[in-house]
């Protein structure tokens, strides 16, 4: 579900679109023959061995379908098995070119999109890949036993329909510019997964069944709780297609597990993996070294990208009593010092976060257009007068403001929403002290979590942490039971249908839903309404932009920091890779899928 979705549009009479790919704004980067993206190197060599370590916060995994709620699938798993309709390029946004399907049709009126599949598209037991296993995966992610976000990404897909053994035709309810993406990007697999004596599983009931793909990797030795090894398949039906020119270049990936960050490092150093990214601004800066390093079979590179910073944030849970209030909830985020954590913690590594699309055109600035608004004007009073001044920017401790100040401007709000300080705590009318608990899986994390708390505890108010294991915290996720955690969303720059379930009201009901703060705004739903029937660029702008000032002025999200690099630490004596980082590229995935084995290693020097 985290990885890129593509899609694409087909009909079969004047169409709006029927190409080799599809899109956004109709401005694909590659013509209809082309021999490999940009960025690949197509004579890289086949072979040898990556060797990675899993960043997933998790002891081990438990089953192989990572399309089910319950339990924890391997990391990379999806993405190394599972072809798409559709596959997209680092090296542009919003556009998907054919994998499994060899073409894309789009009706006039935007109600259909149409794919053609490959004929010698096949899955890993040698059967093609048929219409009816598209639509087995549809129904599957669809069905009750996944999460919810499908349903919601989906939404204004009306059905699928198989018309001959090669051609599905995705049917909407309404016209939307990315629902041939979204659909091109889907999952799919095999109708034979989960077959048994003749009769296929419920899908929730598939669980230890090896998946029945048709990508590029298999699955090979496993060592539960240690690590899983994906084999490179021989046989790839795709593996001299354009779109795959130059990937999957190694015969066998090894993702090993590790149970804390401090056992990922030292392994790093002692050369039991090739290849890490690095999220900590204080291992980074104090604690990549060693004598690898010194040797130079280790390399510490930072790659540069232009991927939106994303919305990196402290979620406030608004089912909560506590943080009802907008006022309680823009008062909490005023105790946080980020230039201070920058300083003293962070080594200045970061960027404060600023809303939802930094770093995309849809960044929301200075006071609302005339076209944000007309979208806008309809809602006043059911959304914070603020959103129709000047973008709202995150508190600041820099010259001439101060902690001080802030922590003022936090009381005086707080007041006003009836709290205030007696008897050795913060409290409302009922007496209620103001106390809440920070959930996380890392109990790393407290370094972090403690100057701000440190901070509220001048207002009075006890900010309790509390780590729990991986698999506990998914669980409270999934039901909501936190008052506060800390989420790293991606960011997109061509947002669409997925912020409904971030952000939608519908969501906020739905048990593993994204919608993790809560949020139920008629505006909100209507704005992201907008963006998705937005039929050129400069209709969605406006309705981002819009979006984006009623998210931060309703507070709540404590917005955190951002980098402009990947950190990444590779072995340069087994790993070789293109000249250039793409710059829509996620690092360990480009990696992954572009990078290739040395054929021999350097002796050290």
Partial sequence: MRRLLFFVFLTWVNPLWAAHGYALWGDLKYPAVFSHFDYVNPTAPKGGELRLVSNLRVSTFDKYNPFTIKGSAPAYLSD????????????????????????????????????????????????????????????????????????????????????????????????????????????VFSRAWGMENGRAKRFDEIVTDIPIGSGPYKIGPVRIGRDITYVRNPNYWAKDLNVRVGTANFDRITVKIYKDGTARLEALKAGEFDLMRFFSAGDWARRVNGKRFDTGELVKREYVHHLPTGFQSYVLNTRRDLFKDVRVR?????????????????????????????????????????????????????????VFGPVTVPPSTAPPSSLRANLRQAQALLKSAGWEF??????????????????????????????????????????????????????????????????AYGGANNPGQEYADLFGSKAADQEDSGNMSGIKSPAVDALISDMTAAKTKAQLLPACRALDRVIAHNHVLIPQWSAGTHRMVFNNWRLDQPPAMPPYAQGEGWAIDTWWARPTTPKTP
């Fill in 422 to 487: 007696r008897d050795g705590a913060l409290r409302n009318a009922q007496g209620r002290a103001f106390d809440f608990e920070y959930l996380d899986s890392n109990e790393g994390s407290a370094r972090v979590v403690t100057p701000w708390a440190r901070n509220l505890e001048k207002l009075g108010i006890t900010l309790r942490f509390r780590p729990v294991d991986f698999a506990l915290y998914q669980q409270r996720l999934q039901k909501f039971e936190f008052d506060v955690t800390s989420l």
């Fill in 80 to 187: 190394l098995m599972f072809d798409t309709l559709l596959t997209g390029s680092l090296d542009e946004t919003g556009s998907g070119y054919g994998l499994l399907a060899q073409d894309v049709t789009v009706s006039p009126d935007g109600l259909s999109a149409t794919f053609k599949l490959r004929k010698e598209a096949r899955f890993h037991n040698g059967d093609p890949v048929l219409a009816q296993d598209v639509k087995f995966s549809f129904d599957a992610l669809m069905g009750p036993y996944t999460s919810p976000a499908y349903k919601t990404l989906l939404a204004d897909v009306a059905e699928l329909d198989v018309l001959d053994d090669t051609t599905v035709r995705y049917r909407f309810k309404k016209p939307n510019r990315e629902l041939p993406l979204t659909v091109g990007g889907l999952p």
């Fill in 330 to 386: 823009q008062a909490l985020g005023l105790a946080l010092d980020f230039e201070w954590m920058n300083r003293q913690l962070f080594y200045n590594a970061y960027q404060r976060v600023n809303g939802l699309f930094g770093n995309t055109d849809c960044e929301a600035s200075g006071l609302p257009s005339a076209q944000e608004l007309a979208l806008l004007d309809s809602w006043r009073g059911q959304v914070p007068d603020a």
